[in-house]
């Protein structure tokens, strides 16, 4: 009597791990689309939404809006995660430059101390003191030139992301009448 009441993934034998097992992942699966798919921006739209809001110019300023705002606080966090990032890479580079240089400092005074060597050898051998800061300062300004190129062409879409924003604004507020509003206003409270 019992056993007729038990659900359909419990047998005789034992509970079916992989039933259940597979309806949870799966329900994880759905979960993740569902979640990837609020994150991902608006749902795909189809041929006769499209249609709809060309016919009828649909413009959603409140969407457009919030998606300009977010691409624009995405690029001041990634230009200002690219300054920090900078800053610990150029301290970094300075001192390995430094060790480098203490390096091949003392390379060069241990090998060129034996009396037997020509002054093309001791040369060769007091290279790397010389090699070693010219190296790091030209990877450091390469380093610094592409940084600064890709803040700017961020910054670049920064301003134009603004713009675009406060054109939006702007269309809005002549759509709601907000500058006739706002006058009517103004001439009601110079009248009180």
């Not at 910054?155 to 924003?165: G, H, I, P």
Request: aromatic share 14%.
């Amino acid at each position: 009597m019992a056993i007729s009441k038990l659900p359909s993934n419990i047998s005789n034998s034992g509970f079916n791990f992989s039933h259940t097992f597979s309806n949870f992942s799966s329900g994880i699966m759905a979960e993740e689309k569902a979640a990837k798919e609020v994150v991902d921006g608006e749902k795909k739209r189809g041929f006769g939404s499209w249609l709809w809001l060309w016919l009828w110019n649909g413009d959603d300023f409140e969407k457009r809006l919030q998606y300009i705002y977010k691409q624009e606080a995405t690029l001041v966090a990634r230009i200002n995660r690219r300054s920090s990032t900078w800053r610990s890479t150029a301290r970094n580079l300075i001192l390995v430059s430094v060790l480098l240089e203490v390096v091949a400092l003392v390379y060069a005074i241990i090998t060129t101390r034996t009396m037997g060597l020509d002054w093309q050898m001791r040369a060769l051998r007091v290279l790397p003191i010389f090699l070693f800061p010219a190296f790091s300062s030209a990877f450091y300004w390469a380093l610094f030139s592409f940084t600064r190129m890709r803040d700017s062409r961020d910054q670049k879409t920064v301003d134009r992301l603004q713009a675009e924003r406060q054109e939006k604004i702007d269309e809005l507020k002549e759509r709601s009448n907000y500058y006739a509003t706002q006058q009517l206003i103004q001439v009601h409270l110079r009248a009180a």
